[in-house]
Protein backbone atom coordinates (compact mmCIF):
# COMPACT_ATOMS: atom_id res chain seq x y z
CA UNK A 1 0.00 0.00 0.00
CA UNK A 2 1.45 3.40 -0.74
CA UNK A 3 0.00 6.91 0.52
CA UNK A 4 1.44 10.08 -0.98
CA UNK A 5 1.19 13.25 1.10
CA UNK A 6 2.32 16.85 -0.87
CA UNK A 7 4.25 19.31 0.75
CA UNK A 8 5.69 22.65 -0.06
CA UNK A 9 9.02 21.43 -1.24
CA UNK A 10 9.03 17.75 0.05
CA UNK A 11 6.78 15.22 0.08
CA UNK A 12 5.87 11.80 2.48
CA UNK A 13 5.93 8.32 0.95
CA UNK A 14 4.42 5.44 3.09
CA UNK A 15 5.42 2.13 2.10
CA UNK A 16 4.71 -1.33 3.08
CA UNK A 17 4.00 -4.74 1.80
CA UNK A 18 1.06 -5.20 3.25
CA UNK A 19 -1.39 -2.50 4.79
CA UNK A 20 -1.15 -0.42 7.96
CA UNK A 21 -4.13 -2.20 10.00
CA UNK A 22 -2.28 -5.70 9.51
CA UNK A 23 0.20 -3.30 12.72
CA UNK A 24 3.26 -4.28 10.21
CA UNK A 25 6.23 -1.86 10.22
CA UNK A 26 6.02 0.62 7.77
CA UNK A 27 8.23 3.28 5.90
CA UNK A 28 8.10 6.93 6.08
CA UNK A 29 10.32 8.98 3.54
CA UNK A 30 11.36 12.41 2.83
CA UNK A 31 12.28 13.89 -0.41
CA UNK A 32 13.18 17.09 -2.44
CA UNK A 33 12.39 15.45 -6.01
CA UNK A 34 9.36 13.84 -8.03
CA UNK A 35 10.80 10.56 -7.95
CA UNK A 36 9.24 7.66 -5.86
CA UNK A 37 11.89 6.02 -3.97
CA UNK A 38 11.52 3.61 -1.21
CA UNK A 39 13.81 1.19 1.11
CA UNK A 40 12.96 -1.61 3.20
CA UNK A 41 11.67 -0.92 6.61
CA UNK A 42 14.30 -1.14 9.71
CA UNK A 43 12.23 -3.40 11.74
CA UNK A 44 13.06 -3.53 15.48
CA UNK A 45 13.22 0.00 15.72
CA UNK A 46 11.03 2.53 16.59
CA UNK A 47 12.56 5.22 14.24
CA UNK A 48 15.95 4.53 12.27
CA UNK A 49 17.04 7.46 9.83
CA UNK A 50 18.59 6.19 6.75
CA UNK A 51 20.38 8.25 3.87
CA UNK A 52 19.83 7.41 0.46
CA UNK A 53 20.48 9.12 -2.68
CA UNK A 54 18.95 11.77 -4.46
CA UNK A 55 17.95 13.84 -1.17
CA UNK A 56 15.58 11.13 0.57
CA UNK A 57 15.62 10.54 3.91
CA UNK A 58 13.86 7.54 5.32
CA UNK A 59 12.43 6.72 8.48
CA UNK A 60 11.01 3.23 9.43
CA UNK A 61 7.93 3.38 11.98
CA UNK A 62 6.88 0.44 14.33
CA UNK A 63 3.25 0.77 13.70
CA UNK A 64 2.71 -1.97 16.18
CA UNK A 65 4.13 0.09 19.19
CA UNK A 66 1.61 2.88 17.69
CA UNK A 67 -1.51 0.29 17.82
CA UNK A 68 -0.66 -0.76 21.78
CA UNK A 69 -0.58 2.81 22.13
CA UNK A 70 -4.51 3.48 20.42
CA UNK A 71 -5.41 0.20 21.80
CA UNK A 72 -4.56 1.31 25.24
CA UNK A 73 -5.95 4.95 24.65
CA UNK A 74 -9.59 3.04 24.57
CA UNK A 75 -9.89 0.95 21.13
CA UNK A 76 -9.92 -2.27 23.04
CA UNK A 77 -13.41 -3.22 23.34
CA UNK A 78 -13.94 -5.98 26.53
CA UNK A 79 -17.24 -7.90 26.87
CA UNK A 80 -19.31 -8.72 30.42
CA UNK A 81 -18.31 -12.61 29.94
CA UNK A 82 -14.29 -11.53 28.82
CA UNK A 83 -14.17 -9.55 31.93
CA UNK A 84 -15.73 -12.41 34.10
CA UNK A 85 -13.40 -15.45 32.65
CA UNK A 86 -10.52 -12.94 33.44
CA UNK A 87 -12.08 -12.85 36.93
CA UNK A 88 -11.98 -16.27 37.06
CA UNK A 89 -8.85 -16.89 35.95
CA UNK A 90 -7.21 -14.24 38.07
CA UNK A 91 -9.01 -16.54 41.62
CA UNK A 92 -12.00 -13.80 41.81
CA UNK A 93 -14.28 -16.02 41.38
CA UNK A 94 -14.63 -19.53 40.73
CA UNK A 95 -16.43 -20.47 37.39
CA UNK A 96 -20.12 -21.71 39.08
CA UNK A 97 -20.17 -17.73 39.89
CA UNK A 98 -19.46 -16.81 36.77
CA UNK A 99 -22.25 -18.71 35.46
CA UNK A 100 -24.61 -17.03 38.02
CA UNK A 101 -23.84 -13.90 36.99
CA UNK A 102 -23.94 -14.50 33.25
CA UNK A 103 -27.30 -15.89 33.90
CA UNK A 104 -28.26 -12.87 35.65
CA UNK A 105 -27.07 -10.74 32.56
CA UNK A 106 -29.21 -12.37 30.12
CA UNK A 107 -31.69 -11.92 31.92
CA UNK A 108 -31.17 -8.30 32.19
CA UNK A 109 -31.23 -8.18 28.22
CA UNK A 110 -34.58 -9.54 27.51
CA UNK A 111 -36.03 -7.83 30.65
CA UNK A 112 -34.28 -4.56 28.83
CA UNK A 113 -36.21 -5.67 25.73
CA UNK A 114 -39.58 -6.12 27.52
CA UNK A 115 -39.09 -2.60 29.06
CA UNK A 116 -38.48 -0.75 25.70
CA UNK A 117 -41.36 -3.03 24.21
CA UNK A 118 -43.83 -2.44 26.94
CA UNK A 119 -45.86 -0.20 25.29
CA UNK A 120 -46.56 -2.31 22.19
CA UNK A 121 -46.88 -5.46 24.13
CA UNK A 122 -49.53 -4.45 26.34
CA UNK A 123 -47.14 -4.88 29.40
CA UNK A 124 -47.85 -1.52 31.17
CA UNK A 125 -50.47 -0.76 33.57
CA UNK A 126 -51.77 -3.35 36.77
CA UNK A 127 -51.84 -6.97 36.54
CA UNK A 128 -54.65 -7.38 38.73
CA UNK A 129 -52.80 -9.16 41.92
CA UNK A 130 -50.93 -7.61 45.04
CA UNK A 131 -47.24 -8.57 45.80
CA UNK A 132 -46.72 -10.01 49.62
CA UNK A 133 -45.75 -6.28 50.62
CA UNK A 134 -49.34 -5.39 49.86
CA UNK A 135 -48.50 -3.72 46.83
CA UNK A 136 -50.27 -3.89 43.21
CA UNK A 137 -48.10 -5.90 41.11
CA UNK A 138 -47.50 -4.37 37.67
CA UNK A 139 -47.89 -6.59 34.35
CA UNK A 140 -43.99 -6.50 33.87
CA UNK A 141 -43.01 -6.98 37.61
CA UNK A 142 -44.99 -10.08 36.99
CA UNK A 143 -43.30 -11.21 33.39
CA UNK A 144 -39.53 -9.62 34.91
CA UNK A 145 -40.11 -12.30 38.17
CA UNK A 146 -40.55 -15.26 35.82
CA UNK A 147 -37.62 -14.30 33.43
CA UNK A 148 -35.31 -14.03 36.35
CA UNK A 149 -36.09 -16.82 37.83
CA UNK A 150 -36.12 -18.92 34.58
CA UNK A 151 -32.45 -17.63 34.02
CA UNK A 152 -31.09 -18.81 37.23
CA UNK A 153 -33.02 -22.21 37.36
CA UNK A 154 -31.69 -22.85 33.81
CA UNK A 155 -27.94 -21.70 34.91
CA UNK A 156 -27.62 -24.91 37.13
CA UNK A 157 -25.53 -23.11 39.75
CA UNK A 158 -28.38 -21.88 42.52
CA UNK A 159 -29.67 -23.60 45.15
CA UNK A 160 -31.78 -20.84 46.47
CA UNK A 161 -33.18 -18.10 44.79
CA UNK A 162 -35.77 -15.48 46.79
CA UNK A 163 -37.69 -12.57 44.81
CA UNK A 164 -38.89 -9.27 46.01
CA UNK A 165 -41.91 -10.81 44.01
CA UNK A 166 -42.59 -13.84 45.64
CA UNK A 167 -43.90 -15.15 49.37
CA UNK A 168 -41.14 -17.49 50.02
CA UNK A 169 -37.41 -18.47 48.94
CA UNK A 170 -37.51 -21.37 46.18
CA UNK A 171 -35.20 -24.28 46.71
CA UNK A 172 -33.90 -25.12 43.02
CA UNK A 173 -33.91 -28.34 41.76
CA UNK A 174 -32.01 -27.84 38.87
CA UNK A 175 -28.71 -27.17 40.45
CA UNK A 176 -25.91 -29.35 38.47
CA UNK A 177 -23.32 -27.90 40.79
CA UNK A 178 -22.81 -24.76 43.22
CA UNK A 179 -25.09 -23.59 45.73
CA UNK A 180 -25.52 -19.84 45.77
CA UNK A 181 -28.16 -17.83 46.92
CA UNK A 182 -29.26 -15.01 44.72
CA UNK A 183 -31.55 -12.49 45.83
CA UNK A 184 -33.32 -10.14 43.30
CA UNK A 185 -35.78 -7.04 42.70
CA UNK A 186 -36.32 -7.87 38.76
CA UNK A 187 -38.05 -4.36 38.33
CA UNK A 188 -37.19 -1.67 40.51
CA UNK A 189 -39.34 1.59 39.68
CA UNK A 190 -42.03 -0.43 37.78
CA UNK A 191 -44.31 3.19 39.07
CA UNK A 192 -42.30 4.85 36.39
CA UNK A 193 -43.13 2.18 32.92
CA UNK A 194 -46.30 4.24 31.71
CA UNK A 195 -44.41 7.08 31.60
CA UNK A 196 -40.65 5.99 30.45
CA UNK A 197 -38.91 6.79 32.88
CA UNK A 198 -36.02 4.68 34.03
CA UNK A 199 -36.10 0.87 35.86
CA UNK A 200 -34.15 -1.56 37.19
CA UNK A 201 -33.30 -4.89 38.58
CA UNK A 202 -31.32 -5.46 41.77
CA UNK A 203 -29.02 -8.51 42.66
CA UNK A 204 -27.08 -10.10 45.31
CA UNK A 205 -25.66 -13.10 45.72
CA UNK A 206 -24.50 -15.34 49.01
CA UNK A 207 -22.64 -18.24 49.19
CA UNK A 208 -24.69 -20.98 51.50
CA UNK A 209 -24.80 -20.90 55.13
CA UNK A 210 -26.92 -23.34 57.44
CA UNK A 211 -25.83 -21.78 60.59
CA UNK A 212 -27.79 -18.60 59.74
CA UNK A 213 -30.54 -17.78 62.10
CA UNK A 214 -33.44 -16.02 61.43
CA UNK A 215 -37.11 -15.72 63.19
CA UNK A 216 -39.69 -17.60 60.57
CA UNK A 217 -42.32 -17.32 63.22
CA UNK A 218 -44.50 -20.21 63.79
CA UNK A 219 -46.33 -20.92 60.37
CA UNK A 220 -46.75 -24.72 60.11
CA UNK A 221 -47.65 -24.18 56.72
CA UNK A 222 -43.58 -23.46 56.23
CA UNK A 223 -42.43 -27.16 55.01
CA UNK A 224 -38.82 -28.38 56.03
CA UNK A 225 -37.00 -27.15 52.37
CA UNK A 226 -38.80 -23.82 52.67
CA UNK A 227 -37.68 -23.52 56.48
CA UNK A 228 -34.38 -24.24 55.14
CA UNK A 229 -34.27 -21.66 52.23
CA UNK A 230 -35.72 -18.51 54.72
CA UNK A 231 -32.84 -19.50 57.06
CA UNK A 232 -30.13 -19.51 54.04
CA UNK A 233 -31.47 -16.49 52.78
CA UNK A 234 -31.27 -14.16 56.27
CA UNK A 235 -27.87 -13.29 55.61
CA UNK A 236 -26.22 -9.51 56.67
CA UNK A 237 -25.13 -7.78 53.71
CA UNK A 238 -21.43 -7.96 54.90
CA UNK A 239 -22.14 -11.73 53.62
CA UNK A 240 -22.43 -10.91 49.95
CA UNK A 241 -20.27 -12.32 47.50
CA UNK A 242 -21.52 -10.09 44.67
CA UNK A 243 -24.14 -7.86 44.17
CA UNK A 244 -24.96 -5.21 41.41
CA UNK A 245 -27.83 -3.71 39.02
CA UNK A 246 -28.62 -3.36 35.44
CA UNK A 247 -30.30 0.29 34.77
CA UNK A 248 -32.79 0.40 31.94
CA UNK A 249 -32.69 3.94 30.65
CA UNK A 250 -31.46 5.95 27.45
CA UNK A 251 -28.81 3.40 27.85
CA UNK A 252 -28.67 -0.03 29.59
CA UNK A 253 -26.13 -0.14 32.15
CA UNK A 254 -24.89 -2.98 34.15
CA UNK A 255 -23.11 -2.36 37.46
CA UNK A 256 -21.55 -5.07 39.37
CA UNK A 257 -19.23 -5.71 42.07
CA UNK A 258 -17.25 -8.84 42.90
CA UNK A 259 -16.05 -6.95 46.08
CA UNK A 260 -13.33 -5.44 44.62
CA UNK A 261 -14.39 -2.34 43.48
CA UNK A 262 -17.42 -1.45 40.92
CA UNK A 263 -17.50 -1.63 37.25
CA UNK A 264 -20.13 -0.66 34.83
CA UNK A 265 -20.55 -2.58 31.40
CA UNK A 266 -23.25 -0.35 28.69
CA UNK A 267 -25.29 -2.83 26.39
CA UNK A 268 -24.03 -2.40 22.73
CA UNK A 269 -27.36 -3.09 20.93
CA UNK A 270 -25.59 -3.68 17.70
CA UNK A 271 -23.76 -6.94 19.18
CA UNK A 272 -26.25 -7.32 21.43
CA UNK A 273 -23.21 -7.71 24.30
CA UNK A 274 -22.18 -5.99 27.87
CA UNK A 275 -19.21 -3.93 27.06
CA UNK A 276 -16.86 -2.54 29.99
CA UNK A 277 -17.39 0.94 29.78
CA UNK A 278 -16.15 2.44 33.55
CA UNK A 279 -13.67 0.26 35.69
CA UNK A 280 -13.06 0.48 39.42
CA UNK A 281 -16.06 3.41 39.73
CA UNK A 282 -15.22 5.72 42.78
CA UNK A 283 -17.89 8.13 44.11
CA UNK A 284 -16.80 11.70 45.50
CA UNK A 285 -16.56 11.80 49.09
CA UNK A 286 -18.96 14.93 49.51
CA UNK A 287 -21.67 16.35 46.90
CA UNK A 288 -24.28 19.10 46.68
CA UNK A 289 -27.26 16.59 45.32
CA UNK A 290 -29.71 15.14 47.13
CA UNK A 291 -32.58 12.95 46.42
CA UNK A 292 -35.03 12.54 48.35
CA UNK A 293 -38.97 12.44 48.24
CA UNK A 294 -39.92 15.49 50.08
CA UNK A 295 -43.76 15.07 49.38
CA UNK A 296 -43.43 13.07 52.77
CA UNK A 297 -41.61 15.98 54.79
CA UNK A 298 -44.81 16.52 57.45
CA UNK A 299 -44.35 12.72 58.17
CA UNK A 300 -40.90 13.22 59.60
CA UNK A 301 -39.25 13.53 62.52
CA UNK A 302 -37.73 17.14 63.75
CA UNK A 303 -34.38 15.66 63.29
CA UNK A 304 -34.85 14.79 59.75
CA UNK A 305 -36.76 17.71 59.19
CA UNK A 306 -33.86 20.03 60.68
CA UNK A 307 -31.30 18.46 58.35
CA UNK A 308 -33.48 18.79 55.80
CA UNK A 309 -33.77 22.19 56.19
CA UNK A 310 -30.06 22.80 56.06
CA UNK A 311 -29.82 21.33 53.80
CA UNK A 312 -31.52 24.12 51.71
CA UNK A 313 -30.21 27.03 53.23
CA UNK A 314 -27.51 28.52 50.92
CA UNK A 315 -24.99 29.53 53.90
CA UNK A 316 -21.83 31.60 53.42
CA UNK A 317 -21.39 29.73 49.94
CA UNK A 318 -24.35 31.00 48.82
CA UNK A 319 -25.49 27.91 46.95
CA UNK A 320 -27.82 25.05 48.33
CA UNK A 321 -27.96 21.28 47.95
CA UNK A 322 -29.93 20.80 44.47
CA UNK A 323 -32.85 18.47 44.67
CA UNK A 324 -32.97 15.60 42.21
CA UNK A 325 -35.45 12.65 42.42
CA UNK A 326 -36.57 10.09 40.07
CA UNK A 327 -38.36 7.86 41.83
CA UNK A 328 -36.62 4.96 41.23
CA UNK A 329 -34.28 3.57 43.41
CA UNK A 330 -31.77 2.58 40.76
CA UNK A 331 -31.82 5.54 38.45
CA UNK A 332 -31.33 7.95 41.94
CA UNK A 333 -28.84 5.53 42.90
CA UNK A 334 -26.54 5.45 39.86
CA UNK A 335 -26.76 9.11 39.65
CA UNK A 336 -25.58 9.30 43.20
CA UNK A 337 -22.57 7.23 42.51
CA UNK A 338 -21.52 9.02 39.79
CA UNK A 339 -22.37 12.62 41.01
CA UNK A 340 -22.33 12.38 44.64
CA UNK A 341 -24.12 13.17 47.11
CA UNK A 342 -27.02 11.51 49.14
CA UNK A 343 -29.78 9.19 48.35
CA UNK A 344 -32.82 8.93 51.34
CA UNK A 345 -35.93 6.77 51.94
CA UNK A 346 -36.34 7.52 55.50
CA UNK A 347 -39.08 5.35 58.07
CA UNK A 348 -41.53 8.37 58.42
CA UNK A 349 -45.07 8.04 60.53
CA UNK A 350 -46.93 6.02 58.02
CA UNK A 351 -44.00 3.45 57.41
CA UNK A 352 -42.32 3.23 60.57
CA UNK A 353 -39.62 1.20 58.96
CA UNK A 354 -39.74 3.13 55.42
CA UNK A 355 -40.76 1.02 52.47
CA UNK A 356 -37.20 -0.59 50.62
CA UNK A 357 -36.47 -4.16 51.54
CA UNK A 358 -33.02 -4.82 53.22
CA UNK A 359 -32.50 -8.49 51.58
CA UNK A 360 -33.37 -7.10 47.74
CA UNK A 361 -32.46 -3.31 47.67
CA UNK A 362 -30.62 -1.95 50.41
CA UNK A 363 -28.02 -4.65 51.17
CA UNK A 364 -27.11 -5.52 47.67
CA UNK A 365 -26.79 -1.02 46.66
CA UNK A 366 -24.78 -0.65 50.14
CA UNK A 367 -22.28 -3.41 49.19
CA UNK A 368 -21.81 -1.75 45.93
CA UNK A 369 -21.34 2.13 47.26
CA UNK A 370 -18.80 0.81 50.12
CA UNK A 371 -16.95 -1.10 47.31
CA UNK A 372 -17.06 2.88 45.42
CA UNK A 373 -15.81 4.39 48.85
CA UNK A 374 -19.08 5.45 49.58
CA UNK A 375 -21.59 4.31 52.59
CA UNK A 376 -25.31 2.76 53.31
CA UNK A 377 -26.69 3.35 56.46
CA UNK A 378 -30.23 3.15 58.36
CA UNK A 379 -29.21 6.48 60.09
CA UNK A 380 -27.83 5.03 63.02
CA UNK A 381 -25.99 1.81 61.71
CA UNK A 382 -24.05 0.36 58.73
CA UNK A 383 -26.28 -1.42 56.44
CA UNK A 384 -24.50 -4.14 55.93
CA UNK A 385 -24.21 -5.18 59.91
CA UNK A 386 -28.06 -5.48 59.82
CA UNK A 387 -29.02 -9.40 60.85
CA UNK A 388 -32.48 -9.77 58.49
CA UNK A 389 -35.12 -11.45 61.05
CA UNK A 390 -37.68 -11.80 57.98
CA UNK A 391 -37.80 -12.64 54.19
CA UNK A 392 -39.26 -8.90 53.10
CA UNK A 393 -37.52 -7.20 56.31
CA UNK A 394 -37.52 -2.98 55.68
CA UNK A 395 -35.39 -0.58 56.71
CA UNK A 396 -34.78 3.02 56.27
CA UNK A 397 -31.82 4.02 54.17
CA UNK A 398 -29.35 6.48 53.43
CA UNK A 399 -26.89 5.91 50.71
CA UNK A 400 -23.81 8.09 48.63
CA UNK A 401 -21.06 9.90 49.33
CA UNK A 402 -19.77 9.51 52.73
CA UNK A 403 -19.50 12.38 54.13
CA UNK A 404 -22.87 13.11 53.43
CA UNK A 405 -24.10 9.92 55.19
CA UNK A 406 -22.16 10.90 58.03
CA UNK A 407 -23.74 14.23 58.11
CA UNK A 408 -27.56 13.20 58.32
CA UNK A 409 -26.34 10.52 60.81
CA UNK A 410 -24.67 13.24 62.77
CA UNK A 411 -28.53 14.99 62.84
CA UNK A 412 -30.50 12.23 63.35
CA UNK A 413 -27.87 10.44 66.49
Known amino acids: MVAITAATSSQLLFSSSRSISSLSPFQLCVFDSKTLLSSPANAGSIVKKRHVSGGVRCMAVDTASEAETKKKGGFEI ?27 SIACKQIASLVQRAGISNLTGVQGAVNVQGEDQKKLDVVSNEVFSNCLRSSGRTGIIASEEEDVPVAVEESYSGNYIVVFDPLDGSSNINAAVSTGSIFGIYSPNDEC ?75 KIYAFNEGNYQLWDDKLKKYMDDLKDPGPSGKPYSARYIGSLVGDFHRTLLYGGIYGYPRDKKSKNGKLRLLYECAPMSFIVEQA ?41
Open 78 to 104: QTLTNWLLKQELAGVIDAELTIVISSI
Open 213 to 287: LADIGDDSNLDQTKQRCVVNVCQPGSNLLAAGYCMYSSSVIFVLTLGKGVFAFTLDPMYGEFVLTQENIQIPKAG
Open 373 to 413: GGKGSDGHQRILDIQPVEIHQRVPLYIGSQEEVEKVEKYLA
